[in-house]
């Protein structure tokens, strides 16, 4: 998938409108730290590993209009800056493991000039941006291992080019089993209130020339007892260290329901999503949105005025509804505190070892 969801050019975070897929194809411009969180915010951007590569970015945008001319000043914009950015959305991890990146960064680079950080801190940002699409590539590689020709998958939400910085996580999952001549078909669940299945998935598997059917996320539960469905897979927005899932509203009822009846479960997500300070997911912040995207769809009211809504866009599923959550070290299994942790360790080795 040939998409680039986030990058920078002259001074500027420039994103593919997601809002305006799939009619129209809009790249904009974001170019102050207010922006960017707003942005992220009103989903122009989403999608947990995007959200992070556009978090760095808008790091470096706040060091390259802060007027700070220390480097203590320079950091107290940056810490400013990021708690912005971090507020933008609560559930997907990748934010605040971006900016977290590009602060840490900032306090330790040993670098002469406020000038020079500067510089650094937007290398920092491509850097992000740059590996979300190889760590992508290799999660892909180890996820088609578990997907045999001929499968028929049911997918949530968008993970794809899109939700990343390219090629995508789940959707790269099965990028990777298409590119190996796998033949695989995809059940594409619509994925209300936001329709990001509908809008999105749709439109980048269309492109890829990969079989597909979008589906009522209603008709899940139907296909998947009546034999159609091989494996259910989808992305995440934090993995608790016991390997309870935070995913797109909805993303429970699937797995419970492909346990029901003996589907395998994957959740497919890089090493940034994994969040070992929190034990469970019963720790993870559910972020609730407004009622209009539940009432409206592209304006249009499907509910009664003044109807009292209630939104949360993401739910967890317990780690013992997951048969295995695959990354770009790997693919892990239960005990999920254990294997969770040894991925992280060893993409922490990989960068250790880049940086040297
Ligand atoms: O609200 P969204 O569209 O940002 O939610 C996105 C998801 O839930 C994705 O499944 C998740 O971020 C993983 S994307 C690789």
Redesign the pocket.
Known sequence: MDVRSVFWRDQKVMLIDQRLLPGQFVVSAFDTVEAVAGAIRD?VV????A?GATGAYGMALAAFHSQATDREALLDDLRRAKALLDAA?PT?VNLSWATSRMLAMAERAPVASVEALRRALLAEANAIADEDVEINRRLGFHGAALIKDGANLLH????GAL??VGF???LGVIYACAEQGKRIHVWVDETRP?L?GARLTAWELMRAEIPMHLIADNAAGHLMRTGQVDAVI????RVAANGDVA??IGTYKLAVVARENGIPVYAAVPTSTIDLNLASGDEIPIEERSADEVTHIDGVAIAPAGVPVYNP??DVTPHRYITAIITEEGVCYPPFDLSLRRAKEAAEARRREKSM
Do not use: L, V, Y
Request: hydrophobic content about 35%; glycine content about 12%.
């Open positions: 989903m989403r999608g947990a590993p959200i959305r997907a949530h939400c968008n993970t939700a990343t995508g996580t789940a936001r990001q989808f992305g995440a927005d995913n797109k866009a993401f």
